[in-house]
T-cell receptor
Framework: AQSVTQLGSHVSVSEGALVLLRCNYS??????LFWYVQYPNQGLQLLLK??????LVKGINGFEAEFKKSETSFHLTKPSAHMSDAAEYFC???????????FGTGTRLQVFP | GAGVSQSPSNKVTEKGKDVELRCDPI?????LYWYRQRLGQGLEFLIY????????KSGLPSDRFSAERTGESVSTLTIQRTQQEDSAVYLC????????????FGPGTRLTVL
């Protein structure tokens, strides 16, 4: 069965610092992996997705993630945090023919000036 | 419409009452999903529609929960005899089809059961 683990429910960084949000997955088949962002009082927005093409995936707002099969990881990074990046980030894996998403518990990113 | 819409945006109800939550997917999207987000937790899958059929209802937590979809468009999630543990944000998502990979999410309905 597929599952996702996000390490760290809260991450705090200074503006301009590196952002690293961790995600590990478990899947018996090659997974499709996603990062979604949820800004306060807004719906989920897709940041990026991995669908078995390039292992380094670039998304919106300067974010990227690298699929590492050997580590079963799909960590999200951004070289330089901006105040507007403060939000909750969810890692997810899609399952089976229905493509329903299995989500991690989320990581809340705070950015300090 | 331009995106997935949900109504109401907020719903406060008393324990034991029934509620209906509505989702309008993006026009032409045949796949529709309901998820639930309880406070401090990730999103939980509830049910998946392909067209008007629901081949995967595995996430519905109890028989108090049901959903339907008509005209390959609007979907309604019904919770009967609400309980306090039903309090959550209920999110709807749609995709072009079940193989389209990307799901587009609505803003959610925040349900509070007193």
């Amino acid at each position: 069965a597929q599952s996702v683990t996000q390490l760290g429910s809260h991450v705090s960084v200074s503006e301009g610092a590196l952002v690293l949000l961790r995600c590990n997955y478990s899947s018996s088949v090659p997974p499709y992996l996603f990062w979604y962002v949820q800004y306060p009082n807004q719906g989920l927005q897709l940041l990026l997705k991995y669908t078995s093409a390039a292992t380094l995936v670039k998304g919106i707002n300067g974010f990227e993630a690298e699929f590492k099969k050997s580590e079963t990881s799909f960590h999200l990074t951004k070289p330089s945090a901006h105040m507007s990046d403060a939000a909750e980030y969810f890692c997810a894996v899609s399952v089976g023919n229905t493509d329903k998403l299995i989500f991690g518990t989320g990581t809340r990113l705070q950015v300090f000036p | 419409g331009a995106g997935v819409s949900q109504s109401p945006s907020n719903k406060v109800t008393e324990k034991g009452k029934d509620v209906e939550l509505r989702c309008d997917p993006i026009s032409g999207h045949t796949a529709l999903y309901w998820y639930r987000q309880r406070l401090g937790q990730g999103l939980e899958f509830l049910i998946y529609f392909q067209g008007n059929s629901a081949p995967d209802k595995s996430g519905l937590p109890s028989d108090r929960f049901s959903a339907e979809r008509t005209g390959e468009s609007v979907s309604t999630l019904t919770i009967q005899r609400t309980q306090q543990e039903d309090s959550a944000v209920y999110l709807c998502a749609s995709s072009r089809d079940s193989q389209a990979v990307e799901q587009f999410f609505g803003p959610g309905t925040r349900l509070t059961v007193l």
